[in-house]
C-alpha cells in the first residue's frame, strides 16, 4: 500500500520562503510521476506542480511558475517543493500525489495516492 506523506509546511511573512518535502513508501517510487495540489478554504482543489518519473519533466500552474521549484531525490523517495516569494493567496493545505501517467496532470482525479496534507499560510 502506497502511503505519501508531507512535511514542511508553516507559517511564513509574504515574500518568505517554505520547502515542503514528501515521503513515498510502499511501491517503487521511481515507477511514480508525482505532483503537487492545494486548497484553500472554500476552493477547489488546483493543480500546483508535477515532475516526471525520472525528474526530467516538470510541469508548473502558471500562478506558481519562476516561483516554485519542484524535485526529487528518487534514492530517498521523495519529492520536494521548494516555493518562494510566497504570497497570502498561496496560504492552502498542500497534498502531494503519485500516478502512473502524467497524460492529465492537471487533473486530481488522474492521481491514484495521496497524502494527508500540510498547512502553508502566509502573512501579508
Known amino acids: 500500500q502506497v502511503q505519501l506523506v508531507e512535511s514542511g509546511g508553516g507559517l511564513v511573512q509574504a515574500g518568505g520562503s517554505l520547502s515542503l518535502s514528501c515521503a513515498f513508501s510502499g511501491r517503487t517510487f521511481s515507477m511514480y510521476h508525482m505532483g503537487w495540489f492545494r486548497q484553500a478554504p472554500g476552493k477547489e482543489r488546483e493543480f500546483v506542480s508535477a515532475?516526471?518519473?525520472?525528474?526530467?519533466?516538470?510541469y508548473y500552474a502558471d500562478s506558481v511558475k519562476d516561483r516554485f521549484i519542484i524535485s526529487r531525490d528518487n534514492a530517498k523517495n521523495t519529492v520536494h517543493l521548494q516555493m518562494n516569494s510566497l504570497k497570502p493567496e498561496d496560504t492552502a493545505v498542500y497534498y502531494c500525489?503519485?500516478?502512473?501517467?502524467?497524460?492529465?496532470?492537471?487533473?486530481?482525479?488522474?492521481?491514484?495516492?495521496w497524502g494527508q496534507g500540510t498547512q502553508v499560510t502566509v502573512s501579508s
Open positions: 500525489a503519485a500516478t502512473a501517467s502524467l497524460s492529465n496532470y492537471l487533473k486530481s482525479d488522474s492521481y491514484y495516492y
Open positions: 515532475i516526471s518519473w525520472s525528474g526530467g519533466s516538470t
